[in-house]
């Protein structure tokens, strides 16, 4: 998968909490969840990267109680830098798809089933690519991915996750 060792003991940050566990992050998801249980949430999971002398990746876990705010939680990640357009995107999902195989497990766990396409909360998996630009060439490669695993994927214009949080964060 990525180069990088996703996992329920990694830290994370909340501008709320502060730096928890990823178990704890995905705690607090299922508190924010069980206090407006019939609301409709959607959760999404997304990574941008910024290259520099590095190659900055950041996570982000996002949780939206539709009409009703949200949270979320992010991770910085570093790796070598790295040129090639393709391997960093390809690099982008994988992160995003070892948080979502997480955090889905560790939900279900807690009686939250994301899997369930009939229920009241709605995940996805975002990813930084677009019809427009040089990724586009890239979304059939991706999202087959993302599919192929059973999830529900956005791009640009909708992928807030990984093109608007992540990304303010890569910077």
């Known amino acids: 998968m990525s180069d990088f060792n996703i996992n329920l003991d990694m830290s994370v940050h909340s501008l709320t909490k502060g730096t928890l566990t990823l178990r704890e992050a995905i705690a607090r998801i299922v508190e924010y969840i069980q206090e ?4 409709e949430y959607d959760i999404a999971i997304g990574t941008d990267s910024m290259t520099y002398s590095t190659t900055q990746f950041v996570l982000a876990i996002t949780v939206h109680r539709l009409h009703n705010g949200g949270i979320f939680f992010y991770k910085r990640m570093y790796h070598d830098k790295i040129a090639n357009l393709h391997y960093k995107l390809r690099e982008e999902t994988a992160i995003s798809v070892e948080a979502a195989e997480l955090v889905t497990d560790e939900l279900f766990d807690n009686g939250i089933d994301v899997t369930d396409k009939h229920g009241n909360i709605h995940f996805h998996i975002h990813m930084d ?43």
Do not use: C, M, V
């Open 129 to 171: 690519i677009g019809p427009n630009g040089p990724t586009k060439e890239l979304i059939q490669e991706l999202s087959g991915w993302i599919t192929a695993l059973g999830y529900d994927f956005e791009i640009k214009p909708d992928s807030y996750a990984a093109s608007h949080i992540a990304d303010r964060y890569s910077k």
């Open 36 to 39: 407006e249980p019939d609301k």
